[in-house]
């Protein structure tokens, strides 16, 4: 056994004692709440699921096991020569609770390249679709195709102890994370690089080898890689990708299963797909306005526009969050730091200037402020990933670090299959008139 696994079973046996404790002393305590409003309304505010990886404050924004965006930047170890952290050490940190040595990230870079082989059947797969396949969906099918390698389906068929499900959910999590790179680039190559692919190169840590299979060796793309997987991690546990990966791996199901669903839900417009939704709204802007950098006040004319023809403005608002997504403003210091003077960049932060303030006069969404999406897409295209339809793949990558280290929680802790009460609207009138 590794000894990254070894440690995570010994953190994971210490947690469940106390998990067990908290049941036994604590478990009919109330936590919150249920109203007629939350029920119909996306249950905003219920406390009803743990996740262990990562914590969400509505003003502060993230913390992972405790360490803000700045702090991780600050404290995660780099590549040589890089200032962003390496994905690599967030995902130690996410798994096992505290801060990673420069021997662990190199230990989980060689592990996850020695690993990352795709067997041909999951190209073949990919190459069945037609080329005008979303890449989200080109993505999934990938996915689905490389369910054929789970060691935790195969030996629950072959039957496990309940006690060792962890054991090979971990297994499977960390192949499916070393193979994702692989799989999101042929992607990326196949659709817009006339299917002219590029091998990886084992040497290079897990973010700069996917920038290199993307077709992109430019340091400062490799350093925006680092940062783009590092900041999509994770957002603690009630997103609808972190939340479908756990209610779907709380079946039993494994983690290749689990995943892929969770990777429909980032999908939607409202979720992932909002990166690729931003540029395409900032250039069709662009394209009413005849080109180039549009004022402020032609900003404004849009955004209302926008709100007048019954759409959102992507990138801005917030289930949770209610003050500008520290995911946002780490985008933007890597922005002033590399590229102050891109153009689409400025136009990103015009827009920052004018969406908070129209949103907030029309008084109805209750966050004005941009999430990680508003800004994400301006880096890609700088560095000449102009391609807008592929970025949530690129969010997909990442987001794997988080929802499957949770998904080795919810085994290692044992956590029940998830069946919340539902009821109808006749029940609801009824609970109203007291019958
Ligand atoms: N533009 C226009 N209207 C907005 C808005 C926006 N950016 N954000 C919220 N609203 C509206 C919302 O549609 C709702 O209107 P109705 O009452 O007519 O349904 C109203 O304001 C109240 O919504 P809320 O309570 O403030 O937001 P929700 O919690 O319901 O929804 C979001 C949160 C993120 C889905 C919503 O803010 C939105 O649609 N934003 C644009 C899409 C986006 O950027 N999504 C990415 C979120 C991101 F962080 C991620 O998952 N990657």
């Not at 469940?16 to 936590?31: A, C, F, M, W």
């Not at 990562?54 to 020569?81: C, H, M, Q, T, W």
């Not at 060792?164 to 192949?175: C, L, P, Q, V």
């Amino acid at each position: 056994m590794s000894y990254i696994k070894e440690k995570f079973k010994v953190k994971a046996d210490e947690l469940s004692t106390e998990v067990k404790d908290l049941l036994k002393n604590h478990g009919s305590k109330v936590i919150g709440d249920v109203t007629i409003a939350q029920a119909y309304q996306g249950m905003r505010g219920i406390t009803g699921l743990v996740t262990e990886t990562s914590l969400l404050d509505a003003n502060e924004g993230i913390r992972f096991r405790g360490y803000s965006i700045p702090e991780l930047r600050d404290n995660l170890p780099k590549a040589v020569g890089g200032a962003e952290p390496l994905p690599e050490g967030l995902f130690y940190l996410m798994l096992m609770g505290e801060l990673p040595t420069e021997a662990d990230v190199q230990h989980l870079s060689s592990v996850w390249a020695r690993r990352s082989h795709v067997p041909n059947h999951v190209f073949d797969a990919i190459e069945a679709l037609p080329i005008t396949t979303h890449p989200m969906t080109m993505f999934n099918v990938g996915i689905m195709a490389l369910q054929t390698e789970s060691l935790f389906a195969k030996a629950y068929a072959e039957g496990i102890n309940k006690k060792d499900y962890w054991s090979y959910m971990y297994e499977d999590s960390m192949n499916l994370i070393a193979r994702l790179p692989r799989v999101a680039a042929y992607i990326y190559r196949r659709k817009y690089k006339n299917g002219q692919h590029i091998q990886p190169d084992g040497l290079l840590d897990w973010g700069s080898n996917f920038a290199h299979m993307l077709g992109y060796d430019d340091e400062g793309f490799k350093e925006l890689m680092r940062l783009y997987m590092t900041i999509h991690a994770d957002h603690e546990g009630g997103n609808v990708s972190a939340h479908t990966t756990h209610l779907v791996g709380s079946a039993l199901s494994d983690a290749y299963q689990s995943f892929a669903a969770g990777m429909n839900g980032l999908a939607g417009p409202l979720h992932g797909l909002a990166n690729q939704e931003v540029i395409r709204w900032i250039l069709a802007m662009q394209e009413e306005l005849g080109g180039g950098t549009p004022t402020k006040e032609q900003i404004e004319k849009y955004v209302r526009k926008t709100l007048a023809d019954g759409k959102v403005v992507p990138g801005y608002g917030h289930a949770v969050l209610r003050k500008t997504d520290p995911r946002f403003t780490a985008q933007m210091e890597f922005a002033k730091k590399h590229l102050p003077e891109d153009e689409l960049v400025k136009i990103v932060w015009m827009v920052y200037d004018v969406v908070p303030g129209v949103l907030t006069e029309l008084g109805k969404a209750k966050n004005p402020w941009p999430n990680v999406d508003a800004h994400s897409g301006a880096l890609l295209v700088h560095y000449g990933m102009v391609e807008y339809e592929f970025y949530t793949v690129l969010f997909g990558v990442s987001r794997a670090l988080g929802v499957l280290a949770s998904l080795c929680w919810d085994r290692a802790l044992g956590l029940s299959i998830e069946r919340p009460k539902s009821v109808t609207t006749e029940w609801m009138k009824n609970f109203v008139e007291g019958k």
